[in-house]
DNA sequence: ACCGGGATGTTCT
DNA sequence: GAACATCCCGGTG
């Protein structure tokens, strides 16, 4: 399915201009996912987030391990809420925080080891009309999807898909696709925000100069 | 611009 | 009871 006649900024509408045909939108495979999460963490900047009509630019995330990593959901106990971080690479890990907001996470690694990637921040590209109606009308295009709950807000995410698999095309639920599109840019590579344990492990990486990044510096 | 506080529920001490 | 992978709004420069 393509997305409606919206103009989608960062690509270019020049297909006809070249010899090579347009490169099919494709799903990542589930080895892509069935690594640790600080590997795979860089490597899904640049990549779509789908759901429904709406579709945005990956452009920050950060990874989080398990016992080994203090700022972990899975650093002590599986619980009820972080379960889904146990599962096989290739699943969402939804989670509520701070009693209103959700965030959206990429299951990594294998089954019974938990990890995970936190989507921080994406680029709209399509359904803009949508997101605004979930975020607020008047919301500026950077601030749409420049936070992990903001994220979720635009794209209509709640618990209701944690643990569901990942798509892997525009026509499933919530999904991640490969556009062709090359990451803009060497990503920056931090430590964490929001954190206090685990401070000094530098899991975050984002797109330079992405206007839509949640906190620059 | 930078700050401080409040909203709100699940998890853990 | 306190902490929490957050966000919004209203104060002050």
Same mark, same amino acid.
């Given at each position: 399915m393509t997305p409606p006649s919206e103009v989608i900024p960062g690509r270019r509408s020049s297909a006809s201009r070249t010899h090579q045909p347009a490169r099919a939108d494709n799903g990542l495979p589930g080895v892509f996912y069935q690594r640790e999460p600080w590997v795979v963490a860089s490597e899904l900047l640049g990549k779509v987030l789908v759901k429904g009509e709406t579709a945005? %630019?990956?452009v920050e995330v950060e990874a989080y391990g398990g016992v080994d990593d203090p700022a972990s959901h899975a650093h002590r106990n599986r619980t009820r809420r972080n379960d889904a971080m146990f599962l096989e690479g290739g699943h969402w890990y939804v989670y509520f925080s701070y009693g209103m907001h959700w965030c959206i996470?990429?299951?990594c690694?294998?089954?019974g080891v938990p990890g995970a990637v936190l989507l921080r921040a994406a680029e709209p590209m399509a359904g803009l009309a949508?997101? %605004?109606a979930r975020r607020g009308a008047a919301v500026r295009d950077t601030g749409l999807c420049n936070g992990p709950a903001r994220l979720a807000q635009s794209f209509g995410v709640t618990g209701s898909l944690d643990a569901a698999c990942i798509g892997t095309d525009r026509s499933g639920d919530l999904g991640i696709i490969d556009d062709g599109? #090359?990451? #803009?840019g060497d990503p920056v590579n931090t430590v964490r925000v929001g954190i206090s344990a685990g401070e000094a492990i530098p899991w975050r990486w984002y797109v330079p100069g992405s206007p839509h990044v949640s906190r620059p510096r």
């Open positions: 945005a %630019r990956i996470n990429v299951v690694g294998s089954a949508v997101m %605004r599109q #090359a990451c #803009a």
